[in-house]
């Protein structure tokens, strides 16, 4: 799978937050892909491709990600598998992702068929995802 697909598939699966993906080039380094608002409620999401076990994160990536969820923005990092899995980890924990990869524990973890429903709920309605 590509990150590309990924975005994809997040797009079309979870209809109802209103999604932006951000093209950085024009933009400061670090910036997650993509940005999405449901109800009142705004998330950054990184995507990324698992190859094996590991997670390549650049330092401007995590620096990001850490940096506005300590300041209360919600920060996430979702990762997908080519065995069909799904990880989803909050942005504040980037540098144990990029540390241990999968092998940090994730906020949720999902295998086809995807609960996306879960994954909106931990986007958008749970606490302490920041």
């Given amino acids: 799978m590509k990150e590309y697909n990924l975005w994809l598939n997040l797009k079309r699966n979870l209809t109802a937050p209103l999604w932006q993906r951000i093209e950085t080039g024009g933009t400061g380094r670090g910036i997650p ?3 999405g608002i449901h109800q009142g409620v705004c998330c950054w999401i990184e995507l990324k491709i698992a190859r094996g076990n590991k997670v390549k994160l650049t330092p401007e990536q995590v620096a990001w990600l850490i940096k506005f969820a300590r300041m209360g923005a919600r920060t996430f ?3 997908a598998t080519n065995k069909q899995r799904m990880y989803l980890f909050p942005g504040l924990e980037a540098r144990e992702v990029l540390d241990f990869g999968l092998h940090h524990e994730p906020l949720l973890k999902l295998k086809l068929p995807y609960a ?4 909106e709920k931990a986007l958008y309605f749970q606490e302490g995802n920041n």
């Fill in 33 to 35: 892909d993509i940005f």
């Fill in 77 to 79: 990092i979702l990762v």
């Fill in 116 to 119: 996306w429903d879960e994954l």
